[in-house]
């Protein structure tokens, strides 16, 4: 009876100790499947308080035992690599910590969730910074805080380690004292140093300059010598008769003459010079002054903006080459294609359009059967389409980017949208055509499917009746860079009007008929330059004008040109045969 008692005894106690672990086990795996967005430590066991001392900063990792990368710090204060920490990690996101054994639950950002250390970071730079100190010798009597171990989270040892800063600071203070000092020492001895140096090279300079003034004196006593024998030589040949020796004589006393005149030019183009950089002396040959003057004012020409007023008052036009083909014949426009870079030429004899590389190299030609007499092109980039205008057509062929023609636009006639001999055509900032309708005498603007827009030229007479013509046969028409004006060669008018492209207001008038200078004998073409001049051909001549009417220049052409463009600083000039391109130069 008492064994069984004692049998049933032990089974109770082993009952208790085993609902027990159950009931840990149980509230253990409830923990493991607790999420949480920050890391929470999870106790295994409850540290004493004598194992959960401060810890203090350590200089290198306790797992791999080099210096931290990545310093994560658990939540017991112990500090490793985020890479050596992440090899402790278990399926169930709890990492022990290899120091303490304390668990602590992570989120699903692992490890990488954990704050970083910043103080190793801060002790890192501390120790560089001392390092490469260059007075670490005389401070190594000095305590600093990363030496007497930096304990963060205890307010005693905070405030014992601010009170050791104030006394390392008062050491810093007085070694920076002395390095000032120091270097204030040695900067007085360079100094002094160098002004012994400079007075040695102030005596070396003036012995020079006395050796030169010296050497250039009995130089100049010699020629004088020289020349004063020359005198005698020559007054005693003129007593002597004229002989064959007498005759030699002389030649001789001519050479030596020469030679003591080249002599004395040589001399006295010398000129000494100082170099205040390298404090040296240079005797050198001092130019004449004649040659400088043409030298600086062949400079000044060569920095004249191109294409500046300044510049067309001394440039000249020079051929560079003549751009043709086989089938050229009475050429008469010429221009950039912009999507391309190449150029246009609107062939009227030949009744096609040539194309050549940025380069001048013909690259092909096309035609087409609606072609009597192309005369002018204007290109819209937005849709790729060139627009030829034929002047016995009277029409306007839209060219696709496969040089085939896709529709014309206009009709001849008198009136709107009607076209009588047109003779030029350009594309405005709006994308509108403006034509110069020559058999008209007027201007039209009109809409890329032939819609008449404005006239330009013409005005309303009083009572409704009728327009007042500005024009008279025009010929060439060329918009401004910026686009708000359009300038117009009044070939009839033997003038130049300007309009605003905006509201065909008239702007400028200028030129009459004459052969002087500023004189127009009927215009036939113009062009406006990147900088806002404006040239124009007239009969054997290109004249280049200012916006407002002022002569800058005229330059003899060929006569009975076709047609010009002007493409930067070349000037592109219809000949009958090819295109001659000519260029602004200063000789």
Not at 388 to 396: A, H
Not at 474 to 486: H, K, T
Not at 531 to 549: A, I, M, P, W
Request: aromatic share 6%; net charge positive; glycine share 6%.
């Amino acid at each position: 009876g008492d064994e069984r008692e004692n049998m049933a005894t032990v089974q109770e106690q082993h009952g208790s100790r085993t609902g027990g672990r159950d009931k840990r086990v149980q509230r253990s795996k409830t923990d493991a499947h607790h999420s949480s967005a920050s890391p929470a430590r999870v106790p295994r066991r409850k540290p004493s308080q004598k194992t959960r001392a401060q810890p203090t900063i350590d200089q290198n990792c306790r797992i791999c035992y080099g210096e931290f990368t990545q310093p994560k710090q658990l939540p017991c204060l112990h500090t490793f690599c985020q890479n050596c920490l992440e090899k402790f990690v278990n399926p169930k996101l709890l990492v022990e910590c290899p120091t303490c054994r304390e668990e602590t639950q992570l989120t699903v950002l692992g490890v990488a969730a954990l704050p970083d250390n910043l103080a190793v970071g801060i002790l890192r730079l501390s120790k560089d910074h001392e390092a490469s100190s260059p007075a670490v010798q005389r401070r190594g009597n000095q305590r600093t805080i990363s030496e007497s171990g930096l304990n963060i989270g205890d307010p005693l040892s905070m405030k014992r380690q601010l009170q050791i800063s104030f006394s390392n600071l008062e050491e810093f203070e007085t070694t920076f004292q002395a390095d000032i000092q120091e270097l204030s020492q040695n900067i007085n001895n360079t100094i002094e140093r160098k002004m012994e140096e400079l007075a040695e090279k102030k005596d070396a300079l003036g012995k020079q300059l006395k050796k030169i003034l010296k050497d250039k004196l009995e130089l100049h006593e010699n020629w004088r010598s020289q020349s004063e024998d020359l005198i005698e030589r020559i007054d005693d040949e003129k007593l002597k008769e004229s002989s064959a020796q007498h005759i030699m004589e002389m030649n001789t006393l001519g050479n030596s003459f020469g030679s003591l005149i080249s002599k004395m030019d040589r001399m006295c183009a010398e000129k000494v010079s100082f170099d205040p950089n390298s404090l040296s002396l240079n005797l050198c040959k001092q130019s004449n002054p004649m040659e400088e003057t043409k030298v600086a004012r062949k400079a000044s020409q060569n920095k004249l903006p191109a294409l500046s007023t300044d510049f067309y008052k001394v440039a000249t036009l020079e051929e560079v080459r003549k751009m043709k083909w086989q089938n050229c014949l009475q050429p008469r426009c010429a221009a950039i294609c912009p999507w391309t870079g190449q150029i246009w030429v609107c062939s009227s004899g030949s009744r096609e359009i040539a194309i050549f590389d940025s380069d001048d190299t013909f690259v092909h030609s096309f035609t087409n059967s609606a072609f009597l007499f192309p005369c002018s092109i204007a290109f819209k980039i937005e849709t790729k389409e060139a627009f030829v205008l034929d002047k016995r057509q009277s029409s306007i062929f839209v060219i696709s980017p496969s040089y085939q023609v896709t529709r014309s636009i206009g009709k001849g006639g008198k009136k709107s949208g009607c076209l009588n001999s047109p003779a030029a055509i350009l594309l405005d900032n709006k994308g509108r055509l403006v034509v110069s309708d020559h058999g008209n005498d007027r201007i039209q603007v009109l809409e890329t499917d032939g819609t008449f827009v404005a006239y330009i030229g013409l005005h309303h007479q009083e009572g409704g009746k009728g327009y007042l013509q500005d024009l008279s046969s025009p010929g060439g028409i060329a918009l401004s860079v910026d686009g708000r004006a359009v300038a117009v060669a009044d070939t009839g008018n033997n003038r130049i009007r300007i309009y605003s492209a905006n509201s065909g207001r008239s702007l400028q008038c200028f030129g009459m008929r004459g052969r002087a200078n500023g004189q127009l004998e009927k215009p036939i073409d113009l062009s406006w330059d990147t900088q806002g001049h404006l040239l124009v051909l007239d009969e054997g001549r290109v004249q280049v004008f200012t916006e407002k009417g002022d002569f800058l220049r005229a330059q003899k052409v060929t006569e009975h040109l076709n047609g010009m463009s002007a493409i930067g600083q070349c000037v592109l000039l219809s000949d009958t045969y090819s295109v001659n391109k000519m260029i602004w130069k200063i000789k």
